[in-house]
């Protein structure tokens, strides 16, 4: 089994931990960050082949290192470079939702985007588009209603998906590439 790194980033409040405790059920370890007052919640999950680290990073607006979460979320993702990052949104905010995208786009992370709060889009009357954001950014669009238990199944397969030896292959030889 390989060790694969996934980690949850997104504005507060958008859902991140419901999908962290629905990813990783009881499988979770409660610590703080180094040196930091924050939490840091990190999990496991087991999917085919791969064994998984999910952890839960702090909620930000941006990557920008202002404050205190925003730095740990930035060095997670930066220096540790995770597989993969579930970037959750809130998609009844998606403008405003993807300032932290941008960023994290711009960061280089491998992203899957969890267009969350699906349900309370859908009573305000949006109608979301997940097939044009996935195509204008270049990643994965799941959408979501996580308190719901709504679409995890397909956030597990698209993870599963991008985790695989092919996927990590591929990226190997994009970053050759880019040297
Ligand atoms: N209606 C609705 N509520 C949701 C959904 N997902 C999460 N919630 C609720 O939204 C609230 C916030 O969820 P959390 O999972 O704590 O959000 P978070 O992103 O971890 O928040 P912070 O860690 O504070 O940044 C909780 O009351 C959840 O039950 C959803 O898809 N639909
Ligand atoms: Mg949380």
Known sequence: MREVTIA?????????????NALTGLHQHVGN???KTVERKEGRL???????TVVDLPGTYSLAARSLEEQIARDF???????????VLDAANLE???YLTAQLLEAEARLVLALNMADV??????????????????????VMSAS???GLAELKA??????TASGRAARSALKEVAR
Do not use: M
């Open 8 to 20: 949850l980033a997104g504005n507060p409040n958008v859902g991140k931990s419901t999908v962290f």
């Open 33 to 35: 960050w180094p040196g």
């Open 46 to 52: 087991i999917l085919g082949e791969h064994q998984i």
């Open 77 to 87: 993702i930066v220096r540790e470079r995770p597989d993969a990052v579930i970037n």
């Open 96 to 98: 405003r939702n993807l």
């Open 121 to 142: 889009a859908a009573a305000r009357g949006l109608r979301l588009n997940p097939e044009a954001l996935a195509a204008a950014l270049g990643a994965p669009v799941v």
């Open 148 to 150: 719901k238990g709504q």
């Open 158 to 163: 698209t993870l599963r998906d991008l985790v």
